[in-house]
């Protein structure tokens, strides 16, 4: 395990198993993972992130790995309103004022939404494929039939077949994502084990369905997160500095980052990693090192 510190702490909600590296007074990064990965995905990042001076933290995220929530009534909520409070009360868990926020997918959605709505809390923000939050006024509308195919995951889990799927058969569905969603990575049949055992946290497919649910408009929300949820109809824009990585073979959608820069009202830059997919920590962890590197300061 190249991260040497497993640790723990409680929010509102949750009990949060994360790791950490680096040094205690340097920089906090705070590094996000996505679905259907877990902290593996930084084991190469992190060195050489601590290795620059940062205090380095990645938290398993709700449903994931050991993270439990406290209270057994707690919906399993895996709206995007929960993650981003979720990595706020981390944040101040762990009473840390200000942070460099980087990550992919769920992780990356999270960490555009705090640099969005908190840009006071946020140093600066790494995040793959763009402008990550999701307008759910839009969710009914049609992407290219190209990007559609890619999908059927989400549409599969809208149905009760799909969640009985996703429990049976959560291992195989979740490696056929890894592999379908990094075409060009030869990496996922070693990789993969070392990230399957995160995927059987009690709360994984229930988040997993909500949110996948959610987001089209087939669950309610929590209503602890509506007044979050509310903030991001306006598509609110990104102040902070913005490293945006663009994965040139990632087989969810396509490339489209640079579409987003719009939404980038602060100091930002876009890189295009070619040939790099989904995955961008695990593919490609230099770059993405790097591009975390550069907002250290």
């Known amino acids: 395990m190249v991260f040497p510190y497993p640790a723990r702490i409680s929010t509102p909600v949750l009990d949060v198993a994360y790791e950490w590296a ?18 593996r995905t930084f084991d190469e990042v992190a060195p050489i ?3 620059r001076g940062a205090y380095v933290l990645a938290p398993y995220l709700r449903g994931f790995g050991s993270t439990r929530f406290l209270d057994d009534t ?15 009360d981390f944040l101040d868990a762990l009473k840390i004022e200000k942070a460099v926020l980087a990550g992919y997918d769920w992780g990356g959605r999270a960490a555009c939404i705090a640099a969005a709505l908190h ?3 946020v140093r600066g923000l790494v ?4 402008y990550n939050v999701q307008n759910l006024a839009y969710a009914g509308e049609p992407a290219p039939p190209e990007w559609e195919r890619t999908y059927w995951y989400q549409y599969y889990f809208h149905a009760e077949r799909g969640r009985r799927g996703l429990d049976r058969n959560r291992d195989e ?24 055992p995160s995927l059987h946290n009690p709360d994984f497919v229930d988040v997993v369905i909500h949110s996948y649910r959610h987001r089209y408009g087939l669950a309610d929300g929590d209503p602890r997160y509506q007044k ?35 939404f ?3 100091p930002y830059e876009h890189r295009y990693l070619d040939g790099i997919g989904h995955n961008v920590p695990q593919e490609a962890p230099e770059a993405f090192a790097d591009a975390v590197a550069s907002l250290l300061g």
Do not use: M, N
């Open 49 to 51: 992130l601590a290795g």
């Open 22 to 39: 680096g040094d205690l007074g340097g920089v906090p990064v705070v590094l996000l993972h996505g679905f259907p990965y877990d902290v």
């Open 74 to 88: 707690t919906i399993r909520s895996g709206q995007q309103g929960a993650l981003a409070q979720d990595l706020l």
């Open 119 to 121: 840009p006071e809390r």
């Open 173 to 196: 569905l979740c490696e056929l994502l890894w592999r379908t969603w990094s075409p060009t990575w030869d990496g996922v049949a070693t990789a993969f084990p070392a990230s399957a």
């Open 264 to 266: 980038f009202t602060g």
């Open 228 to 262: 979050l949820e509310d903030l991001l109809d306006g598509e609110p824009p990104i102040t902070v500095p913005s490293v945006v990585l663009e994965s040139g073979a990632d087989g969810v959608g396509g490339p489209s980052a640079a579409e987003d820069r719009e």
């Open 127 to 130: 995040t793959v494929d763009g």
